[in-house]
């Protein structure tokens, strides 16, 4: 019995793992975090 519920463990941190991998957040996939976008800001030039 301790051995399936350690294999069950492990298979599930393997599985984690896995999903934490292929589940990035820095793409611009929709979700999650975004990359910063960049606004055009006016600079006056005379005073």
């Known amino acids: 019995m301790a051995e399936l519920l350690l294999f069950t463990g492990v298979l599930a941190?393997?599985?984690?793992?896995f999903w934490l991998?292929?589940?990035s957040d820095d793409d611009n996939g929709g979700g999650g975090l975004m990359q910063?976008?960049?606004v055009p800001v006016?600079?006056?030039?005379?005073?």
Do not use: I, K, M, S
């Open 13 to 17: 941190l393997f599985g984690v793992a």
């Open 36 to 38: 910063p976008v960049l």
């Open 42 to 47: 006016r600079v006056r030039h005379n005073r």
């Open 21 to 23: 991998t292929t589940d």
